[in-house]
């Protein structure tokens, strides 16, 4: 929109400089990754309805797979201009929920505690990349869940979760300072009392909102 002349090839970004350009405002989009945390709300709030925005129907962020992944999980997605309207439509997989999430490892832990409040077993694979993230994923994930009755099996490629009939009432939730921990199981105190050790770790995804947590 700039104006200025882009060289990509495999290894490198070039960008040629310019002495002069027009001021224009661009409406950068939002974070996808940052809304899967309202999907699983949504998902687990039966009557509720938000309102995101800016988001693209035609979004390059992998992480707008959240549309299709929570479409399975209850959670309807409609376009309007430049922002989303999520609803929960009530309508759940009848069977184990099963993903490759090769291509989009930030939703693992949202999606797999989504799917424990519902109360629906998942298996979910194309996780090698949590074990390297801000904690191994992967095992904080294993450790959390099973605190809530659930069963959890993982190897260096997959979680496999069958939930417990009822939720276990208030466990502490550790977050191994990874703020995608906190933000992931924040949902479920629409299921269940919980409390999240040290919130202020999500200030790396929501810093003017972080104290919100300590009611949580």
Same mark, same amino acid.
């Given at each position: ?22 001021? !224009? $405002? /661009?409406? #950068? ?6 809304? &899967?945390?309202?999907? =699983? ?67 693992? !832990? $949202? /999606?797999? #505690? ?6 629906? &077993?998942?298996?979910? =694979? ?69 409390? /999240? ?20």
């Amino acid at each position: 929109n700039l104006g200025f002349e882009i060289n990509f090839d495999s290894k490198s970004i070039n960008i040629k400089p310019k002495n002069h350009f027009e001021t !224009q $405002t /661009i409406k #950068v989009e939002s974070d996808w990754s940052s809304a &899967s945390y309202y999907y =699983s709300l949504v998902a687990l709030s039966s009557a509720l309805k938000l309102n995101l925005s800016t988001f693209k129907n035609d979004s390059l962020q992998g992480d707008s797979k959240l549309v299709d992944l929570y479409g399975s999980l209850g959670v309807k997605t409609t376009f309007k201009g430049d922002s989303i309207l999520l609803e929960n439509t009530n309508k759940t997989p009848l069977g184990v929920y099963t993903q490759n999430l090769n291509h989009t490892p930030d939703l693992a !832990q $949202t /999606i797999a #505690v989504t799917c424990l409040g519902l109360g629906i &077993s998942c298996q979910l =694979s194309g996780l090698h990349t949590l074990k390297i993230k801000e904690t191994d994923r992967l095992v904080a994930l294993k450790n959390e869940m099973e605190k809530f009755g659930a069963s959890v099996q993982i190897d260096n490629d997959h979680l496999y979760m069958t939930p417990s009939k009822t939720l276990n009432p208030n466990p502490t939730v550790k977050t191994y300072n990874d703020h995608r921990m906190a933000m992931a199981f924040a949902p479920l105190k629409t299921k269940t009392n919980l409390i /999240i050790r040290d919130p202020e770790v999500v200030r790396k995804s929501y810093p003017e909102f972080w104290k919100d947590f300590e009611n949580i």
